[in-house]
C-alpha cells in the first residue's frame, strides 16, 4: 500500500478520530489506535516546524533522551539533544525555503516506546557562498519515539 502523503496527514486524523479501534487509519495498513494516531500527529507538528525552519518547534518534539548513532559505528557522526540543536539552528539558518513530504508507511507500538517507518522527500533551496542552490533528496527513515508524560517524543531518526 502507499503511503500516507504528508498533505493528507490531517484529513487522516481526523478521519481516524472518527473510526473505530481496530480499524486501520484510512489510506494505510496502519492500525488505528490512540497512540498510532498521536505518533502520526508529532510526526506531522515535526514536518511543519521543518518547513518553517523553526528549531525550538521541532526541539519542543524532541526527548531530553535524544540519541542517533547515524546507523554506524562511527562514533563521530553520534548526535545527541544538544548537538541536534545546534545542527537544526546552523542548517536552519542556510535553508531559505524547505518543503518537506512524508508518508508513514508502518508504525510499530511496544509499550512506550515506539518505531515509525517513514518515506520522505524533501525540496529546499540552500546558501552556499552568495547563490543559493536548490536541493532535492528522498530515502526511507526510521524514527524512534518514546511516551513521555502522556506525549510521544522523537528519541532518534530526526
Known amino acids: 500500500m502507499r503511503p500516507l502523503p504528508s498533505s493528507a496527514l490531517s484529513l487522516a486524523l481526523l478521519l481516524a478520530l472518527a473510526a473505530c479501534a481496530g480499524r486501520r487509519i ?17 510526526i506531522d507538528a515535526y514536518r511543519q516546524a521543518a518547513e518553517r525552519r523553526d528549531a525550538p518547534a521541532v526541539l519542543a518534539l524532541v526527548s531530553d533522551k535524544y540519541f542517533d548513532d547515524g ?10 539533544r544538544e548537538k541536534l540543536a545546534k545542527r537544526l539552528t546552523a542548517d ?11 508518508g508513514v508507511k508502518r508504525i510499530d507500538v511496544q509499550d512506550d516506546h515506539a518505531e515509525a517507518y517513514v518515506f520522505y522527500e524533501q525540496a529546499y533551496r540552500i546558501a ?27 528519541t532518534s531518526g530526526i
Not at 484510512?26 to 508529532?42: C, H, V, Y
Not at 554506524?72 to 557522526?77: A, E, I, L, N, S
Not at 536552519?92 to 512524508?102: E, N, V
Not at 552568495?130 to 536541493?135: G, M, R, T, V
Request: net charge negative.
Open 26 to 42: 484510512p489510506g494505510t495498513d496502519i492500525r488505528d489506535t490512540e497512540d498510532t494516531r498521536a505518533i502520526i500527529a508529532t
Open 71 to 80: 546507523g554506524t559505528v562511527d562514533p563521530g557522526d553520534d548526535v545527541d
Open 92 to 102: 536552519y539558518r542556510k535553508i531559505s525555503a524547505l518543503r518537506l513530504d512524508i
Open 128 to 154: 552556499v557562498g552568495s547563490a543559493e542552490i536548490p536541493k532535492q533528496e528522498g530515502d526511507v527513515h526510521r524514527m524512534r519515539l518514546a511516551k513521555e508524560n502522556g506525549a510521544w517524543r522523537f
